[in-house]
Structure formats: structure tokens, C-alpha cells
């Protein structure tokens, strides 16, 4: 630009730059060859007010300024700071500085031989001197922040008559999304110029802007890990992610609790290793497949693991697999949640029914044909029996996973029975939520709902029901929207619906509808053979339970408990072996540790349960056992918790039999 050599630039500085800029000055107007942006820029200056011969200082920030503004740019001087010490090296004892200013022209760092630094004190060319175009007038600082280009003036291209000695190159910095961060600069004297000066400043501005994009990426990246570790973090579910090898590269600390496992311990390690050879995760990072919703059990150090996984593999852009992120759900939580929602836990499988006898066994297989279909069934059977273990049974063979939410009729008042199972719109009646609340029946979608004692189901509500069964919909009470519900349904009840519906106390066309499979749980009077069974099972149980050493009963007291009609069923015999296990102070229940009612009931019984007379009615064997279980327990309370119903229904019985006075 100026000529190959130094003789080349001074002619220009004296024969063209002068030349215009005495012009410019006596005339204000613009001659000669002169470059537009410069000659643009005396015209700016010149409507500010500057004079062009005075040898005016630019100001300089006070100390307080100073320092706040190199408190804000401390990032960037970070990098700016070692790019300045190369690049003045490089120009040691050459005649040059090398300055930075700030994106307002104030410069926040001078680097320079002694006597250079004392020179520029002359024009305020010191750290904290402002060089913006309106103040210091043409230059390299104050006109690449104007062009945000990098620009080199020379001798008397610099507005100031003061500075016609000086050439000066600078280069703006830019960040990462484009905006003016600040100036680097190179000065020395005119004669020294050359245009290799700027590439050199140019580039080493450049460099930082690049430095500060890699910093910024960098950044970027890190806050990006961080928010992902978060999200991660604050999923309720366990989330793993490995790479293609089965190494494990993030782990949150709820997977790590459901695998029994510290977070910082698993990354980096395999799958396989942690797992004891858990092949599914790697197969998943390996082959691309999708795993969804599946029950595991995962064999670890620590024990077998029993959970859900839903895997989803990392597809690169070429459709090759890199890893995979899978979420755990731990059984246990599954079945919490469950409980949150529905009220109940199916825990119960068939293996949990105790009996041996043929018509226990018959009773256990007519419940794993129901559990094959999806149709209603109807459980019969007097109190006590284990109608819901059976109902629990069917369910988690059929339906496992799903809800299961049981609801006893006779406990629920009959005001609030049809809310409690379809549920309510906001503000639907006094006191209502104004949010509305679904009822059991949307809280069983997609599972079961077992109604207990439904032969205490208002007749009203049985009409309700029986749509329900037809149309597969609910309306909640106060809505207008019929809501599709996927629930079976299973019953139970202590009555002969039967002979209830053809009293007219039940709906005939329901009980039709309930009465697709029908299943009659034995009372234990009938399976005198599983009383040793049920023992056995109570006694291991509850030892556990309370910590005893006791495991089992004498043979004499398993004699007695054989001979015991059993009016509150299994639930009542659990009862007595709880009682008896407690005064026990050895390895067996003897005699002395049964109850007082079972020595008399067996002491003045003249003959066992099987023996009675085969015409005895419904109505006299309800009779019978609600005056043993008052006769055991002493008050109508524990005698209605003992026969397996409410105080109510009690209530409503000792009427019918003309029992009001009994154990007021």
C-alpha cells in the first residue's frame, strides 16, 4: 500500500496525507487522494468541535472507573493479556507499544519500552486515556471502533496535527456472537511504517476473538452438562447411560439406589460388571433395539433386584449405535404409587394360598381359570375366608402391573358411596373440592377394582353400577361427559346374592351380571386338613414378625384348634395362634396359651362341626356365628372387626334377630 520501502511512505505522508489535510484545515474541504473513511472521519471530528493544530490531551477515567471497567473485562484480559506480551516481543525495542482499550476507546493496558510510555504522556496515551474518535480525533483506536474493522492511519491522516508523527494499526475483538469487545493496538513513529504491522495486529485480534469462541464453546458445553445432569438428576425414575462397550458414562442417584450402587463408583464401569453379566442393557447399546416397560431381575453382589426398564438406544446420524440411556423403576416404588393412587396393593399371588385339602384345591383352580379370562367374577364366602387374597391372586395373575383398587361397600356411608366410586366435578355438591375428584372406578382404568361386601350396596348405586357394566363409562356426579373406563370388575360378599335378589334386597339383572363366574371360598370348618397348614404358616410368620422362638403348636393344642368350628374363620384362628404365640415362653403353643372360649367351646361342644344337622339355614348360621364372635371378644366393636364387617352391618343383624341388647 505505501511502496516497498520506508522512502515510499514518507513521500506519500508528505506529498498526499499533508497535502490534503492543510487543505482540509484551511478550507474545510476535501482534496487530493485521500482514503473515504479517513476523510469521513475528519469531517466527524471537525463537527464535534476539535481543533486540528491545538495539541489537545484526550481525557483519562478516574481511578474508581479505571477499576471497574478492568474488573468487568477480566475475562477477556485474561486472554488478551498473554496474545499482547507475544506480539510485543516480537516488536521489542523496535519504536513500537502495544495498547488495549476497551469497546469505549479507554485503555486498559499499555506495553511498551520506558521511553515510549513517557512520550505518549504528552496526548494522555496512558492507561486510562480515552482515544474515541470525538475526543482524540482521527486515529487507529477511536476509528475501529466506528469501521469495527481493522484500519491503520499514518502521519497526517490522524486528525490531530500532534500526531502526524505517529502511525497506528488497530484491530477490533469481537465475541462469540459478534459484539465490539475492545481494541488491540500497535503505535509507533511514522517513519517505522509498514502495512505487515496491521496483518500482525489483525491477526493476533483475530486469534483472540477465535480464543474466546473456543472459551465460550467450551462454556456452553459445560453449562449444557450441567443442566443435563440436572434434568437427570430430578427424574424420579433411576436413569442410566452407557456407550457402546457397556460402559457406564452417567448414572443418577436413584438408579444407582435401585441397583444398590454409588453413583461415583458405577461411571466408567461396565454393565456387566456391576450387574453380574445383566445382558439386556449392552444388547440394547449394541443392536439398536428398543426395550419398553419390561420386568426384570437383575442378579447384583448385593442380591437380586426386581424392576422395570425402559431402554432407548443413542442412533448416530450413519444409524450406528453409540450407547444407550435406559430408566429403572424399582417394584417397590411402582407398588407405592399404585397405593398413592388407588388406595390398595395387590400383593397376593396364588402360591401365597395356603391349602391342601381337595375342595381348597378345587376352590384354588376355578380362581386360576377366572384369572385367564377377563370376565366379572363373583366371590362368595362367609367372613374371613380370604375373599380378597383370592381376589388379589386373580388379579396379579391377569393384570400384573396394572391397579388394583378395592373399595368395601359396607364401610363407606350410603351418601357418599356413588361419589367414592365415580367421583365428582369441582363445586358439585356442598363441600365438594372445586377441583373435581375422580372415582375409584378412573383410578382402576386399565386394572380392577374389587367391591368388597357389595351385597351392602344401596340399591340406588346397584342401578349406577349395572350401567356401568353395560356401557364401560362412568359420569361423575355433577359432570355431563361420560368418561370410557377399561376396569374388570371383581366382587365379594358374604350373602346368597341369590336368595338376596329374589327378596327383592338386591337387583336381580345385576346379579346377573356379577354372576358370570362364580367362585365360593370354603369356610375353615370344611377344610379341617389345611388347619395344620395355616398353622404352620401363621407361626413362622409372626415369630419373624415379634421376634419369638417359637415354631409351632403341641400336638394337643393342634387337636383343639382341629376341632374348633371356626365362626370367624381363618381370620379368627390368625387371631388366637397371634394371642397364643405372645404368652408363649418356649418353642411350641401349648394348651395353656389358647383363649378361654376355645377350652369351653371344645370342652362342652358334644360334636363336631360336620355332624350338625344339614338343614340348618343361612339365617340360623349367621346367628350362630355373630353370638360366638360376641361371646370371644366381649363387644360389638371387636365382633364386627372378627366376623370381617362393619358396626353397621352388625348393627342391622343383632336387629333382624331381635339381638338388640346383646353386649351393649
Not at 114 to 127: D, H
Not at 384 to 409: D, M, R, W, Y
Not at 635 to 653: D, H, N, P
Request: with cysteine.
Amino acid at each position: 500500500m505505501w511502496g516497498d520501502g520506508v522512502k515510499g511512505k514518507l513521500q506519500y505522508w508528505e506529498q498526499t496525507a499533508k497535502a490534503s489535510w492543510e487543505h482540509f484545515v484551511a478550507t474545510g474541504q476535501i482534496k487530493g487522494d485521500i482514503r473515504s473513511f479517513v476523510t469521513q472521519s475528519w469531517l466527524r471530528c471537525k463537527a464535534h468541535g476539535l481543533n486540528p493544530r491545538l495539541c489537545n490531551k484526550t481525557s483519562v477515567v478516574d481511578r474508581y472507573e479505571l477499576e471497574s471497567r478492568l474488573q468487568q473485562n477480566a475475562a477477556l484480559m485474561a486472554v488478551v493479556l498473554p496474545i499482547m506480551k507475544e506480539l510485543q516481543a516480537f516488536v521489542k525495542d523496535s519504536g513500537f507499544m502495544t495498547l488495549f482499550a476497551d469497546r469505549d476507546g479507554v485503555i486498559l493496558e499499555i506495553m511498551s519500552d520506558e521511553n515510549l510510555k513517557e512520550a505518549g504522556k504528552e496526548r494522555n496515551l496512558v492507561i486510562g486515556g480515552v482515544w474515541r474518535e470525538k475526543e482524540a480525533g482521527t486515529a487507529g483506536i477511536g476509528l475501529a471502533i466506528v469501521l469495527a474493522q481493522p484500519v491503520q492511519i499514518v502521519g497526517a491522516e490522524h486528525y490531530h496535527q500532534a500526531d502526524h508523527e505517529m502511525t497506528c494499526s488497530s484491530a477490533p475483538i469481537f465475541d462469540p456472537g459478534g459484539q465490539l469487545l475492545g481494541i488491540l493496538n500497535m503505535s509507533g513513529l511514522t517513519r517505522l511504517t509498514h502495512s505487515h504491522t496491521l496483518g500482525m495486529v489483525a491477526a493476533a485480534a483475530k486469534a483472540i476473538s477465535n480464543q474466546l469462541r473456543i472459551a465460550e464453546d467450551h462454556r456452553q458445553i459445560w453449562l449444557s452438562n450441567q443442566y443435563l445432569k440436572t434434568v437427570i438428576e430430578s427424574i424420579a425414575d433411576g436413569v442410566v447411560a452407557i456407550d457402546a462397550g457397556g460402559h457406564i458414562l452417567e448414572i443418577n442417584s436413584e438408579a444407582a439406589k435401585i441397583l444398590a450402587i454409588s453413583t461415583a463408583g458405577a461411571r466408567g464401569k461396565t454393565i456387566q460388571e456391576l450387574l453380574d453379566g445383566q445382558p439386556l442393557l449392552a444388547k440394547v447399546a449394541t443392536r439398536g433395539k428398543t426395550v419398553t416397560d419390561r420386568e426384570i431381575f437383575i442378579d447384583t453382589r448385593r442380591g437380586r433386584i426386581h424392576c422395570h426398564i425402559t431402554a432407548q438406544p443413542i442412533v448416530l446420524e450413519d444409524d450406528k449405535v453409540a450407547g444407550a440411556v435406559a430408566t429403572l423403576k424399582g417394584i417397590k416404588k411402582l407398588h407405592k404409587v399404585v397405593n398413592q393412587i388407588s388406595g390398595a396393593e395387590a400383593r397376593f399371588v396364588f402360591s401365597d394360598i395356603v391349602g391342601q385339602s381337595p375342595v381348597m384345591l378345587r376352590t384354588i383352580h376355578l380362581a386360576q381359570v377366572a384369572a385367564r379370562s377377563m370376565s366379572t367374577v363373583l366371590i362368595q364366602g362367609e367372613s374371613g375366608t380370604g375373599k380378597e387374597l383370592f381376589a388379589q391372586a386373580i388379579h396379579t395373575a391377569s393384570s400384573p402391573g396394572q391397579p388394583f383398587v378395592a373399595i368395601n361397600c359396607a364401610a363407606i356411608p350410603e351418601t357418599l358411596i356413588e361419589s367414592e366410586l365415580f367421583g365428582y366435578e369441582g363445586g358439585a355438591f356442598t363441600g365438594a373440592s372445586r377441583n373435581g375428584r375422580p372415582g375409584k372406578f378412573e383410578l382402576a382404568n386399565g386394572g380392577t377394582i374389587f367391591l368388597d361386601e357389595i351385597g351392602e350396596m344401596p340399591l340406588n348405586i346397584q342401578a349406577v353400577l349395572l350401567r356401568v357394566l353395560q356401557e364401560r363409562c362412568i359420569q361423575r356426579i355433577g359432570g355431563v361427559r361420560s368418561i370410557p373406563v377399561n376396569v374388570r370388575i371383581l366382587a365379594a360378599t358374604n350373602k346368597n346374592l341369590a336368595l338376596e335378589a329374589r327378596q327383592g334386597n338386591f337387583r336381580q339383572d345385576l346379579y346377573y351380571r356379577l354372576n358370570i363366574f362364580k367362585i365360593d371360598v370354603p369356610p375353615l370348618r370344611a377344610r379341617i386338613d389345611d388347619i395344620a397348614l395355616l398353622v404352620d404358616h401363621f407361626v413362622s410368620c409372626m415369630a419373624v414378625r415379634y421376634n419369638k422362638s417359637v415354631r409351632g403348636v403341641s400336638q394337643p393344642v393342634l387337636k383343639k384348634l382341629q376341632e374348633y368350628s371356626w365362626p370367624g374363620n381363618i381370620r379368627q384362628l390368625e387371631n388366637v395362634l397371634e394371642r397364643a404365640l405372645n404368652f408363649a415362653d418356649g418353642p411350641l403353643i401349648e394348651e395353656q396359651h389358647l383363649p378361654d372360649f376355645l377350652q369351653e367351646e371344645i370342652d362342652h361342644s358334644p360334636s363336631r362341626p360336620d355332624t350338625r344337622p344339614t338343614t340348618m339355614n343361612l339365617d340360623s348360621c349367621e346367628q350362630r356365628l355373630i353370638n360366638d364372635a360376641l361371646r370371644q371378644t366381649g363387644e360389638r366393636q371387636k365382633a364386627a372387626e372378627l366376623l370381617g364387617i362393619s358396626r353397621s352391618t352388625l348393627y342391622r343383624r343383632l336387629k333382624k334377630y331381635g339381638m338388640e341388647d346383646a353386649f351393649k
